[in-house]
């Protein structure tokens, strides 16, 4: 006889109020048709199913379940052996992290949704934060946040390889089998909160610029990393290095070999989070340097006076401290700056000096020594003030003061102290373009170089004495309204009561016409009309004031005009009188008659010529002309006239 096999899907171990399904399986029942009785713990239970499968959702209980097959023909199978089928209440699956506390960006975290029992063909679904990105989800709306999304996965692990901060949130599960789907409760909320992986911070000492030879101390900085405890990864160029350091800080001696090399960082919690990489820091690895030693002091240094030496590394690292030497001595003086003052040079600072530095400790790492620097020692000297006039300064001139230092070198800034105000210039002359009154008084001066300053002592003083710069009188004689070709005489007067020899320049309508002269006073023949001034340079070069302008006017030669008071013939015994006009304003003019072109004239102040008694002698042809100065300047003739006497 066959005997059958029980078979209890989805599982003997359910849930209440889960689908169940009963089958009792005839395997060599060969083709007759069966009916089937259903027993639990030996009975008959309902609903008393002859059917070979059947569903049950509410009227199974825990038990052993059996049955066995009655043929058409009557005849009984075996009765199957037992499947016990256990039911519990609904469970709630627990949600736990693979992680305890913060997870850091970046890293992997896992969520395990965990049934206790945990029978096989359970679906697992997942309430959790919607991230920022579109996925292809389920929302929740059975009383639950709609901001959040629903994944079913068939593992009960929820794993976010690479986590971000928009994935920090509140997260559930649940499980789900059968069709339709049987649910269990949902597990209480699990908060994961998500925070940025720190970023550490590779750290190199003495200087990220080295020299073959010293010593490198490498350090990862972990800011924000809380109270966790780190273990470390050091990269050099992107790989891993010996010795594989585990340490946050280590000293790297295999650098010697690189001219340029980077360093990475990161860190690993002991839960096995990591943080960020850090970003590279390049060691740039060069040969021992040789500072450079050089002095404030361009040349021989003033005794007294302050100097500063100054050790110079080509290298932007820092960190260094600096050993002084004097005269290959073997006892050094040590600055942490690079600099070295003597405040009050004497004697005994004169010698040679060298330098170097040094930086680290346990061994201090050293440079070359500087080349050897000479310092000169002079005592201090006192210049001389002179000014490039001798005697008073007229205003409106130029003087030039000059201060004269008794050395050969060079570099030196001279300060002035004058009446007005205090002053430095680059060169040793001081000079006042246009002297007033007010630059009258004491001047000195004194020279400097170096930084800090060191001075020479200050000059003797030297008195500038200021006077108001002359005025001259420009005067044109006898007249300065003349005839083009009468002689003039121009004259430039300078009241100076202080033997000084002048020579004077004249200007007509502002541009020169007659430099350099000698004279006072000269006779001119050639001449325009316009306005003429003068001025005088004494023989220190020093210049007056210019003059007023005088006008001249200057008039083509002229023709008189001869006339009479007659009109026709003059009669015997009466009087004429001829008129000589000259159209010319200006005075001092005579006239000069000429009767029938005789050699001899007569001459009258007045412009007329007056026949008392006219006789058969006046008769004849008449002219006249002007003429005025010595020798005498002489105008055209006039036209003739005729006198006829009857």
Do not use: M
Not at 419 to 434: A, N
Not at 501 to 512: K, S
């Amino acid at each position: 006889s066959p005997k059958p096999v029980v078979i209890i899907t989805p599982n003997t171990l359910v849930f209440r109020d889960e689908t169940v399904t009963f089958r009792c399986n005839i395997e060599g029942g060969g083709t007759r048709e069966w009916t089937y009785e259903w027993y639990r713990d030996g009975h008959t239970f309902y609903p008393h199913s002859t059917a070979q499968e059947f569903t049950d959702y509410y009227h199974y209980f825990s038990g052993k379940y059996t049955c066995r097959g009655r043929r058409s023909d009557s005849q009984l199978s075996q009765i199957s052996d037992p499947v016990t089928l256990s039911v519990s209440d609904r469970p709630q699956p627990e949600l736990t992290s693979s992680l305890k506390g913060d997870v850091l960006s970046g890293n992997s975290v896992t969520l395990t949704c965990t049934l206790n029992p945990s029978p096989a063909g359970w679906t697992f679904y997942w309430t959790v934060p919607t991230p920022t990105s579109t996925q292809s989800t389920e929302t929740v709306t059975a009383g639950y946040n709609s901001t959040s999304s629903y994944y079913h996965h068939y593992d009960y692990n929820y794993t976010i390889s690479s986590v971000n901060v928009s994935d920090g949130g509140q997260y559930r599960c649940r499980a789900g089998r059968g069709n339709p789907v049987y649910y269990t409760h949902y597990s209480d909320a699990l908060w994961v909160n998500v925070i940025e992986s720190p970023k550490p911070v590779v750290n190199i000492t003495p200087d990220t610029q080295v020299y073959r030879g010293e010593r490198v101390t490498l350090r990862c900085n972990i800011q924000t990393g809380g109270d966790t405890e780190w273990t470390y990864s050091w990269y050099r160029d992107g790989h891993t290095f010996y010795p594989y350091s585990t340490a946050q800080e280590f000293t790297d001696t295999d650098y010697y070999y690189y001219s340029s090399v980077t360093y990475t960082c990161r860190g690993s919690r002991n839960d096995s989070q990591l943080s960020q990489i850090s970003d590279a820091v390049t060691l740039s690895v060069s040969d021992k340097p040789q500072p450079v030693i050089t002095s404030s002091s361009k040349g021989a240094v003033l005794s007294g006076n302050s100097v500063t030496l100054t050790c110079t590394l080509n290298t932007q690292s820092t960190g260094w401290t600096f050993y002084w030497f004097k005269d290959s001595h073997q006892t050094e003086t040590v600055r942490n700056t690079n600099s070295y003052t003597i405040t009050s040079v004497s004697e005994y600072g004169r010698g040679g000096y060298q330098c170097r530095a040094g930086r680290g400790k346990d061994p201090v790492y050293y440079t070359h020594y500087s080349n050897e620097l000479q310092l000169e020692v002079i005592e201090k000297t006192k210049p001389e003030l002179t000014s490039d006039l001798k005697g008073d300064v007229l205003t409106g001139n130029s003087v030039t003061l000059t201060c004269t230092l008794n050395l050969q070198s060079t570099g030196w800034t001279f300060y002035w102290i004058t009446p007005t105000q205090s002053t430095e210039t680059e060169t040793q002359s001081y000079t006042i373009r246009s002297v007033s009154v007010s630059h009258r008084g004491q001047y000195k001066c004194r020279a400097g170089r170096g930084n800090p300053v060191y001075y020479s002592q200050y000059s003797d003083d030297l008195p500038l004495k200021v006077t108001e710069s002359p005025k001259p009188v420009a005067n044109i004689s006898p007249y300065t309204q003349v005839v083009q070709g009468e002689s003039i005489t121009l004259r430039c007067y300078i009241q100076d009561r202080r033997d000084t020899e002048w020579t004077y320049n004249w200007y007509r309508d502002g541009v020169t016409v007659y430099s350099s002269l000698t004279t006072q006073e000269f006779t001119d023949y050639y001449y325009s009309s316009g306005k003429y001034t003068c001025r005088g340079r004494r023989s220190d070069s020093q210049l007056s004031q210019i003059s007023d302008p005088v006008t001249l006017s200057v008039s083509e030669n002229p023709k008189p005009q001869l006339t009479s008071d007659l009109k026709g013939a003059a009669l015997t015994g009466n009087s004429v009188t001829l008129t000589c006009t000259l159209k010319l304003p200006s005075a001092g003019w005579k006239i000069y008659w000429n009767k029938d072109t005789q050699s001899n004239e007569t001459e009258t102040e007045p412009f007329h010529y007056f026949i008392s008694s006219v006789s058969d002698s006046d008769g004849g042809q008449y002219r006249c002309r002007a003429g005025r100065g010595k020798p005498v300047y002489y105008t055209h003739y006039s036209d003739e006239f005729w006198v006829n006497v009857t």
